[in-house]
């Protein structure tokens, strides 16, 4: 028996989900979708009851992105898929429909080839018949192994617990709304976390929680090697934006910390899968020289940095991996006694 189900709570996460969608496909093909959830009335009660939709483009057509909240077991799943689908692209005027899965073994994937379903699997595989085909080797397993680093939810997950977050009576659907990533992400990471003998399994009932083995200064002593800065990419733009969706970061962060000065341009962070809506939200523009006045050095990070703020200023962790091997002397020296000053 196998199904296309996807093992989600609430839409919340299923959104999650498709934010990943984006992200793998933006990194890996270039392409923004501009995926937006979507409940269209001219639709009959039990698709929308069945199936989470967002609606997007790709390069320039119509696409459909449908997410299943229920349970379709059988041999007819795929085929029952498969006059819905039709019925959406119908009604929707969707030329490119997509199947967005947690994951896809070899059996789902070559059925859903062998009767032109495309799919994608977030970080994994992609399969378009109207437009375009990715197959990587790259199934997911149910196990991690130990990398170099840390995903960047492990790392949230372990940072948060360094910083005093009591995690161990949280499942995993607790997680995933307070941190904001999805449910995927946080089993991901305890899996990772258990790999890297950091964690023990820990269930209560069906839930699963968090038992990090280590506390304090140990904890931070053994994962300090493995964690990276949490930056990806900075951008310089004019607008404002409020500490509560971009907290102060960078030299802004470490003047706020420590004795270093202000910089001359306030730097702020932000979630890198949350920049294209803040950007269109808060009508940021391209920064200009000679311009100060509204311009911002904006960091987006692997994680959501407003998670772990504090008082508007993104946590100290955080801030000393994002600087501690900055080239400017005076930055890593601040980095350092940011450092020095937490008490375990």
Same mark, same amino acid.
């Given at each position: 028996m196998y199904c296309l189900m996807l093992n989600r709570e609430?839409?919340?996460?299923?959104?999650?989900?498709? &934010?990943?969608?984006e992200n793998y496909v933006r990194e890996a093909f270039? %392409?923004?979708?501009?995926?937006?959830?979507?409940?269209?009335?001219?639709?009959?009660?039990?698709?929308?009851d069945r199936y989470r939709l967002?609606?997007?483009?790709?390069?320039?057509?119509?696409?459909?992105?449908?997410? &299943?909240?229920?349970?379709?077991?059988?041999?007819?799943?795929?085929h029952q898929f498969i006059k819905h689908r039709d019925t959406l692209r119908t009604e929707l005027g969707a030329k490119v429909v997509l199947l967005l899965l947690d994951h896809v073994s070899t059996a789902i994937r070559r059925q859903m080839i062998e009767r032109h379903i495309g799919f994608i699997a977030p970080g994994a595989q992609l399969y378009i018949p109207e437009a375009l085909v990715d197959f990587r080797e790259r199934t997911r397993r149910p196990r991690a192994t130990p990398g170099d680093h840390l995903s960047p939810t492990a790392q949230l997950l372990v940072i948060a617990t360094l910083l005093g977050d009591d995690l161990s009576q949280a499942n995993q659907t607790a997680l995933a709304e307070r941190y904001g990533v999805s449910i995927m992400s946080v089993s991901r990471a305890l899996d990772e976390l258990e790999a890297s003998g950091l964690a023990k399994p820990q269930t209560a009932g069906r839930d699963r929680h968090l038992h990090l083995i280590l506390g304090g200064a140990e904890l931070w002593r053994a994962v300090e090697p493995r964690l990276q800065s949490p930056v990806r990419k900075v951008r310089t733009v004019r607008g404002v934006l409020p500490n509560d969706v971009a907290? %102060?970061?960078?030299?802004?962060?470490?003047?706020?910390?420590?004795?270093?000065?202000?910089?001359?341009?306030?730097?702020?962070?932000?979630?890198?899968?949350?920049?294209?809506?803040?950007?269109?939200?808060?009508?940021?523009?391209?920064?200009?020289?000679?311009?100060?006045?509204?311009?911002?050095?904006?960091?987006?990070?692997?994680?959501?940095?407003?998670t772990l703020a504090r008082a508007g200023v993104v946590d100290p962790l955080s801030l000393y991996l994002s600087a501690r091997d900055d080239p400017d002397e005076r930055i890593a020296q601040a980095a350092q006694q940011l450092l020095e000053s937490i008490g375990w």
């Open positions: 609430t839409d919340s996460a299923l959104d999650a989900l498709a &934010v990943e969608a270039a %392409l923004h979708l501009g995926l937006a959830p979507t409940t269209p009335t001219v639709l009959p009660h039990y698709l929308l967002w609606l997007g483009q790709l390069n320039g057509e119509p696409l459909l992105v449908v997410a &299943v909240r229920e349970h379709m077991p059988g041999q007819g799943a795929t907290p %102060l970061a960078g030299e802004s962060a470490l003047a706020h910390y420590t004795m270093l000065a202000e910089p001359r341009i306030a730097q702020r962070a932000l979630a890198a899968a949350r920049w294209k809506t803040v950007q269109s939200v808060f009508a940021l523009k391209v920064g200009f020289d000679f311009d100060d006045s509204e311009q911002i050095e904006l960091e987006t990070w692997r994680y959501d940095p407003s």
